[in-house]
């Protein structure tokens, strides 16, 4: 790869690694594309943010590919991931504690797939208030950080498949298909409720967007040190 290939436009497959931001990563390919070919400015930018707590596929575009984003952002996207039953945190994930507990017991297998069909297709889902959207030109998290309480619009989405794949005690692993602007979070807080019990997001990860798929990412550091090649 020369500097001219990532200026005219190029796409990247990179594996974000855990409690890395999406803004971080970009910002860490800028500058080693940047020294790594003595640019002084260069586009880069990704198609679909990840939560710190979340690793997987991100679609970085550099140079003229930036101009593509909105349509990576807009394609079907696949994660895999753990809920945890029985609790729930203020931010549906591991990144705020436990502030309510719930009962578990009526919960079987039967009743935990069966409830996965409720979320198929299109529905209604508010985004968490621990969330970067924004409202009135402030972030949610910031509101809900401050202790101040908005009112959040709920928002359709589509999921074509939620399947569950494994069931370890309290731990359900799963996989699920879903539109642009979907919280696998939000799912998580949904599921909870609708088995009558509480849950919580504990593992995330972005398998696929649209054709690319993250076992044909890289990791920031292969990346840095296959720069030039």
Not at 60 to 70: A, N
Not at 121 to 131: A, D, L, N, R, T
Not at 145 to 165: D, M, N, Q, Y
Request: with cysteine; charged share 25%; glycine share 8%.
């Amino acid at each position: 790869m020369t500097a001219e290939n990532y200026l005219a436009g190029h796409v990247l497959l990179i594996d974000k690694p855990l409690n890395w931001t999406s803004f971080q990563v970009v910002n860490k390919l800028r500058w080693e594309i940047r020294q790594a070919f003595n640019i002084k400015k260069i586009k880069v930018g990704h198609a679909g943010t990840l939560d710190p707590l979340a690793t997987g596929l991100l679609v970085i575009c550099t140079g003229k590919m930036t101009k593509q984003i909105d349509t990576f952002q807009g394609q079907i996207k696949e994660y895999t991931g753990t809920i945890t039953l029985g609790g729930t945190t203020p931010s549906y994930d591991l990144e705020s504690e436990i502030n309510e507990t719930f009962p578990t017991n009526h919960i079987t297998e039967d009743l935990i797939h069966q409830t996965t069909k409720q979320f198929i297709g299109e529905i209604q889902q508010f985004p968490p208030v621990f969330s970067a959207l924004k409202k009135d030109g402030k972030r949610l998290y910031e509101y809900a950080r401050a202790g101040e309480t908005v009112e959040i619009k709920p928002r359709t989405i589509h999921i074509s498949e939620f399947e569950i794949t494994k069931i370890n005690g309290l731990n359900i692993e799963f996989r699920v298909l879903c539109s642009k602007g979907t919280y696998i979070r939000s799912l998580a807080n949904d599921f909870g409720k609708a088995l009558q019990s509480g849950a919580h997001l504990s593992v995330l990860r972005r398998t696929k967007i649209g054709d690319f798929k993250v076992e044909n990412g890289v990791t920031i550091e292969d990346f840095i040190a296959n720069l030039k090649n």
